[in-house]
């Protein structure tokens, strides 16, 4: 039998020590990976919370999509993602099994109409509000405004922002065909710059003195307002995970429930804890005094 000489030995031993080591960094990094894909609405406050979990957490890895809402739950769903996130209930998301899925409400989040400053409008009705977004009115003068054609941007199907705006303000009305955006940024950037425009966004993304929020029957979209259910227009930023969640994502759920988070970062990003809410709502937009 052929003895092997010491730099084969030394080869092999070298192998063997870098294949078992990159075998265990890829294990490691594999178990400390957590994907946070879905709502625009809630893509400000994961990255930041992700960035700062990262500091106190330097082996994990916390990776955060967009995809609007409808994207992150049928990616969690799939097993495809840790967490989808979203601003509505997995519930009333066509092709969701619900009862496969855990919700972890986080923050809520007001939505707010915005127009472009030209249009000489600062407040509307619930009604007038309605009737742009179905078409019946096209002009800004029919609302007191300038005489001037209205412009709709729409939030692209799949949007949860979408479907709770649509479900408080239209109800069963038909929206009228509109240009369609997928991200609250965007929106925002077309509104600031295109004279006419009316559409709608996260609050968080409406820190933007190039727009014009608009308040609705003389209530303005403050987190007071919200928090009492007197600005109607808000939702909770869920997180779902399937099945039992790992060590990392359930640390991070943790993290997101934390004082923390739901004291410092949620309000000085624009979102509101979820503890301030004095009302809760369910599944089927009934509000429940707390």
């Known amino acids: 039998m052929r003895r092997l000489n010491s730099k084969k030995i030394s080869f092999l031993f070298i192998a063997f020590f870098l294949i078992t080591t990159f075998t265990t960094a890829c294990s490691n990094s594999s178990a400390n990976k957590v994907t946070v894909m879905g709502s625009s609405a809630m893509q400000v406050l994961a990255e930041q919370a992700g960035n700062d979990f990262h500091k106190d957490h330097p082996d994990s890895n916390i990776i955060v999509q967009g995809g609007g809402s409808g994207t992150g739950l049928s990616q969690v769903q799939a097993g495809a993602v840790e967490i989808g996130t979203s601003d509505v209930f997995a519930e009333n998301q066509k092709g969701i099994d619900a009862s496969k899925l855990k919700d972890y409400k986080i923050a809520v989040v007001g939505i707010i109409p915005i127009v472009n400053k030209g249009t000489g409008v600062k407040d ?99 987190e007071q307002n919200i928090t009492t259910n007197k600005w109607q227009l808000w939702s909770y930023e869920h997180a779902y995970v399937k099945g039992k969640p790992n060590k990392m994502t359930k640390e991070f759920l943790n993290y997101l429930l934390s004082k923390k988070v739901q004291n410092n970062l949620i309000p000085q990003l624009g979102y509101i804890s979820i503890n301030a809410m004095k009302v809760t709502r369910d599944s089927n937009n009934q509000v429940i005094n707390n």
């Open 124 to 222: 509307l009705s619930t009604k007038q509000l309605a009737d742009i977004f179905t078409g019946k009115i096209t002009n800004w003068k029919q609302v007191g405004g300038k005489n001037l054609p209205i412009t709709v941007i729409n939030r692209s199907k799949g949007s949860g922002t979408r479907s709770t705006f649509e479900g408080l303000i239209l109800g069963k009305q038909k929206p009228m065909k509109a240009q369609e955006q997928d991200s609250n940024g965007t929106v925002r950037k077309i509104v600031s710059s295109t004279p006419g425009t009316i559409s709608y966004i996260s609050a968080p993304y409406a820190k933007d003195s190039n727009i014009q929020k608009l308040s609705l029957n003389g209530i303005k979209p403050n």
